[in-house]
């Protein structure tokens, strides 16, 4: 009979560890880790945001689908997943992953790693190669991917927060496709926080109390940044109270965290459209200070700067229009300024846009233009076009008398005639009335101008004298 003592015992069960308990270390190992790193998607079902690039039918989804990535730069703020659509992309294609960051890497590393992709290929595997801030490398450092990139020894995926344009050779750039990340919108950040609640990966081992709008107050503080959504989400709810009943969190460790009183302006609430009224209504009446004031606290809100963005292109038509045409050219500036660097950075933007635009003389004329001819449109909507303002690009059309009489304006004197040009039903109806605020004083004096010369000209038509031609003159 085979004797066994304690110690014999105690070997078998470190040879044969209980399965359980190794479950519940590798639990506890992956808790440990942050948040967002653990709610990091491993597939684009699982991807929140970046529709634009990644729906079904997309040209990227296509290109992921049948396996056929070329290489591409990611343009976007952080926090907008670009890293995390890099593993996807390689995941999904079954490449062979490397990810490079350029901050801590020189030639040396480089050519290590082109080296390993090189074998990669020759074995038949492709490489994909993601470099974190690449606007980081320098000149000499990009071109040394060129040869490589250009053979198909790999994949280059690079992430930047720059404009590629100006931050990435143009060499390696015309080899790349630009992808244009977006920040997430407030929906889509208030999705992922409510996964992050209810996942294995997150907090499902715990009863996590927190209200819709104290999620949405975390969404609009992240400023479509998943990474600083979801790692404020878990300071909250770390620091909060915990008791029999679950994890409570309140108002006022909401507001901590934050560092602002955020919950106080409500995107989809009356405080969303006041503000904004506030903002437009303080432009039209060309108050400065309280243009910048509405701004800052809506953008403080957390508000889209992007939505405010898009009002103020709307006011540089509907209240400045002709009488300053620079303030659509501003406005429309500050929008593409807002699309290239998100906040903070773009607030400056937006103040300098809202202020051009609060400081410039004021007129509705082309909104009352717009409106006068809507209600002309809504009555004559089957008034056909003017014949003699039609094309005749066929025999028969011609034949029908399209594009007879038709006067060709630089031909003739003044470079206009007297033709008509309005349905019949709608000849001497008038819409633009410029007023004499700035520039429109001008343009008001050349209406008046044109006004008299096509008057000159109908009343020397009815003399029976035709519009003079410019090379009559001679």
Partial sequence: MKQTSLFDSFDENLSQPNQQKLDEIEERSTLLRPLADRMRPSCLEEYFGQQHLIAPGSLLWNMIEKDIVPSMIFWGPPGVGKTTLASIIAAQTKS???????????????????????????????????????????????????????????????????????EVNSALLSRCRVCVLKPLQIEDIEALLKKAIES??????????????????????????????LNTLEMIIL???EDVKGIHVDDQMIKQVLGKRTLLY?????????????????????????????????????????????????????????????????????????????????????????????????????ETAYFAALEDVRDTFEEPVPLQICNAPTKV?????????????????????????LPSKLIGHSY??????????????????????????????????????????H
């Avoid at 303080?282 to 910048?292: G, L, P, Q, Y």
């Fill in 266 to 366: 409500d995107k989809k609430g009356d405080a969303h459209f006041d503000l904004i009224s506030a903002l437009h209504k303080s432009m039209r009446n060309s108050d400065v200070n309280a243009c910048i004031y509405w701004l800052t606290r809506i953008l403080e809100g957390g508000e889209d700067p992007l939505y405010v963005a898009r009002r103020l292109v709307r006011m540089a038509s509907e209240d400045v229009g002709m009488a300053d045409s620079r303030a659509l050219e501003i406005c429309v500036a500050a929008y593409q300024a807002c699309t290239y660097l998100g906040m903070p950075e773009c607030s400056v933007h937006l103040v300098h846009a809202v202020t051009y635009l609060a400081l410039a003389p004021k007129s509705n004329a082309l």
């Fill in 397 to 421: 059309m011609e034949d029908l008398g399209y594009n007879q009489g038709y006067e060709y304006s630089h031909d003739y004197v003044y470079s206009m005639t007297d033709m008509d040009c």
């Fill in 200 to 229: 294995p990966k997150g907090f499902a081992h715990k009863t996590i109390q927190i209200s819709e709008q104290q999620l949405y107050a975390i969404a609009q503080y992240a400023h479509g940044d998943a990474r600083l959504a």
């Fill in 96 to 166: 062979h992953f490397i990810n490079f960051s350029a901050v801590q890497s020189g030639i040396k590393e480089i050519k290590s790693v082109m080296s390993e992709a090189e074998m990669m290929r020759k074995s038949g595997e492709r490489t994909i190669v993601f470099i974190d801030e690449i606007h980081r490398f320098n000149k000499m450092q990009q071109d040394a991917f060129l040869p490589y990139v250009e053979k198909g020894s790999i994949v280059l995926i690079g992430a930047t927060t720059e404009n590629p344009s100006f």
């Fill in 432 to 473: 633009y009335h410029p007023g004499d605020q700035g520039s429109e004083a001008k343009v008001a004096r050349r209406m008046q101008q044109i006004q008299a010369i096509k008057a000159q000209l109908r009343q020397d038509r009815l003399q029976g004298k035709a519009p003079q031609k410019k090379e009559n003159l």
């Fill in 239 to 241: 620091n909060s109270i």
